[in-house]
């Protein structure tokens, strides 16, 4: 139990593209979804927290209007990176909790590549 | 501001050995503990969780909290080389994300 999915695996798209990742909880409905951001060889970055059928909560220093984050339903969140640049190349995970849950179980990651 | 302490290592144990991972944490507050494990260009894994004073085993792991002493362990016997990646601890209280440590590299020689 308890698999979170993500797609795509790895994109490439061109500078000044938007890209839309998917975070799906697969067994269980997830009432809060994190996005995390992790460059090589450093530790994970969490971007924002979402609540099922509210706005996202961004910590410091992450611009929301880059990375809007939609978490419209129990079992799916989306970010969507706008107008992407070479410096948001990174691998992107999500990870998802249940409703009264400690656990967060993460997805396999998308590993973006702006060119 | 809230923080997860791990020696980044590497921590390097033979085959068979005791690989002993260590954590501690600033708030003491924090409710919830986890060990996640992270392969080279992979997600992480939760591999324990502990909630309560004292020892948590699950087959070879086995997790140690100490709430006075804001510490944390995990312990893996029988190291194997498949055990060889990165191992994040993992702090939470109530209402809040994760905290994550920088983590701590395994390499186990065989």
């Known amino acids: 139990g308890a698999v979170v999915s993500q797609h795509p695996s790895r994109v490439i798209c061109k500078s000044g593209t938007s890209v839309k990742i998917e975070c799906r909880s697969l067994?269980?409905?997830?009432?809060?979804m994190f996005w995390y951001r992790q460059f090589p060889k450093q530790s994970l970055m969490l971007m924002a927290t979402?609540?099922?059928?509210?706005?996202?909560?961004?910590e410091q220093g992450v611009e929301k209007d880059k990375f809007l984050i939609n978490h419209a339903s129990l079992t799916l969140s989306t970010l969507t990176v706008t107008s992407a640049h070479p410096e948001d190349s990174s691998f992107y995970i999500c990870s998802a909790r249940a409703s009264r849950a400690y656990e967060q179980y993460f997805g396999p990651g998308t590993r973006l590549t702006v060119t | 501001q809230k923080e997860v302490e791990q020696n980044s290592g590497p921590l390097s144990v033979p085959e068979g050995a005791i690989a002993s991972l260590n954590c501690t944490y600033s708030?003491?507050?924090?409710?919830?503990f986890f060990w996640y494990r992270q392969y080279s260009g992979k997600s992480p894994e939760l591999i324990m969780s502990i909630y309560s004073n004292g020892d948590k085993e699950d087959g070879r792991f086995t997790a140690q909290l100490n709430k006075a002493s804001q510490y944390v362990s995990l312990l893996i016997r029988d190291s194997q080389p498949s055990d060889s990646a990165t191992y994040l601890c993992a702090v939470k209280e109530a209402g809040t994300a994760l905290i994550f440590g920088k983590g701590t590299t395994l390499s186990v020689s065989s």
């Open positions: 067994d269980f409905q997830a009432t809060t």
């Open positions: 979402s609540n099922e059928g509210s706005k996202a909560t961004y």
């Open positions: 708030d003491r507050v924090s409710q919830s």
